[in-house]
T-cell receptor
Framework: GQNIDQPTEMTATEGAIVQINCTYQ??????LFWYQQHAGEAPTFLSY??LDGLEEKGRFSSFLSRSKGYSYLLLKELQMKDSASYLC??????????WGAGTKLIIKP | GAVVSQHPSWVICKSGTSVKIECRSL??????MFWYRQFPKQSLMLMAT?????????EQGVEKDKFLINHASLTLSTLTVTSAHPEDSSFYIC????????????????FGEGSRLTVL
């Protein structure tokens, strides 16, 4: 079956760096996405990786290793507003998005 | 980016009644819209894919007679929860792709604000 694994919850300090990992097993691969979801709100798009390597976008970076079925989202210079759930999703061979359960990130002052 | 609007944001209803949720793409056309359900602390679960002018495609385990989907135009899809029960209480989210962005593989899904349904 298809499976996306990411930690349930993480805690970090304001101003620090945090890495959220995601491992996946899917039927085919057409890209991996990271979304941010604040409580009670819909997800918003953060990043898309389809080739191996690191994609940097401001304070957020996303890394992909297709051979390892692994990705991470790196958040630098954490701000209180970064407290949210971070969802990892993989697009399979049918272009369907398979969603992870999300990682709740708690930022402490 | 493109804007998707959902209405209502919150709805409380009595058990046995039906509730309609609207999903509109405000500044783009969407032949395909997706309906998700999300229970607390759980992942987004795709319920169905709504196609303009044709029947929706439901995911396994989703009752099509209970969750009626209508996609009558390129900018509007509706989800009707019929004879709602407390176990249907959830966060329902729609999303759509902007046709003009073209590429299926970019995953540029734009989400509505979500609709929180509470069935008493």
């Amino acid at each position: 079956g298809q499976n996306i694994d990411q930690p349930t919850e993480m805690t970090a300090t304001e101003g620090a760096i945090v890495q959220i990992n995601c491992t996946y097993q899917t039927s085919g691969f057409n890209g991996l996405f990271w979304y941010q979801q604040h409580a009670g709100e819909a997800p918003t798009f953060l990043s898309y990786n389809v080739l191996d390597g690191l994609e940097e976008k401001g304070r957020f970076s996303s890394f992909l290793s297709r051979s390892k079925g692994y990705s991470y989202l790196l958040l630098k210079e954490l701000q209180m507003k970064d407290s949210a759930s971070y969802l990892c999703a993989v697009m399979d061979s049918n272009y369907q998005l398979i969603w992870g359960a999300g990682t709740k990130l708690i930022i402490k002052p | 980016g493109a804007v998707v609007s959902q209405h209502p944001s919150w709805v409380i209803c009595k058990s046995g009644t039906s509730v309609k949720i609207e999903c509109r793409s405000l500044d783009f056309q969407a032949t395909t819209m997706f309906w998700y359900r999300q229970f607390p602390k759980q992942s987004l679960m795709l319920m169905a894919t709504s196609n303009e002018g044709s029947k929706a495609t439901y995911e396994q385990g989703v009752e099509k007679d209970k969750f009626l989907i209508n996609h009558a135009s390129l900018t509007l899809s509706t989800l009707t929860v019929t004879s709602a029960h407390p176990e249907d209480s959830s966060f329902y989210i729609c999303s759509a792709r902007d046709l003009a962005s073209g590429r299926v593989d970019t995953g540029e899904l734009f989400f509505g604000e979500g609709s929180r349904l509470t069935v008493l």
